[in-house]
Nanobody, 115 residues
Framework: QVQLVESGGGLVQPGGSLRLSCAAS????????MGWYRQAPGKQRELVAT???????NYVDSVKGRFTISRGNAKNTVYLQMNSLKPEDTATYYC?????????WGQGTQVTVSS
């Protein structure tokens, strides 16, 4: 089992920045990838960015050049640096981790981009 705790969401003006953090605990030795997904009201959950243990990253096209995903030195944390935020980035952001046996989700953190 892996438990995920997210932090860092909030209200920001268009063009602003936020940094999301996610800390994993439990069977972290089995994790091979971590990432962030988001879900806006009335829309399906979508992948935002992922990063593997080897450091390979993947981003949805809409955030490329604005968002950066990274792992902490202990490899049990993942961050999402979000710059040049747009109103369409407003959503609940969920931390995700994958192991060879399963995947796990955090409780979600709200990001609202509005003037």
């Amino acid at each position: 089992q892996v438990q995920l705790v997210e932090s860092g969401g909030g209200l920001v003006q268009p063009g602003g920045s936020l940094r999301l953090s996610c800390a994993a605990s439990g069977s972290i030795f089995s994790i091979y990838a971590m990432g962030w997904y988001r879900q806006a009201p009335g829309k399906q959950r979508e992948l935002v960015a992922t990063i593997t243990n080897g450091g390979r990253t993947n981003y949805v096209d809409s955030v490329k050049g604005r968002f950066t995903i990274s792992r902490g030195n202990a490899k049990n944390t993942v961050y999402l640096q979000m710059n040049s935020l747009k109103p369409e980035d407003t959503a609940t952001y969920y931390c995700n981790t994958k192991t060879v046996a399963s995947e796990y989700w955090g409780q979600g953190t709200q990001v609202t981009v509005s003037s």
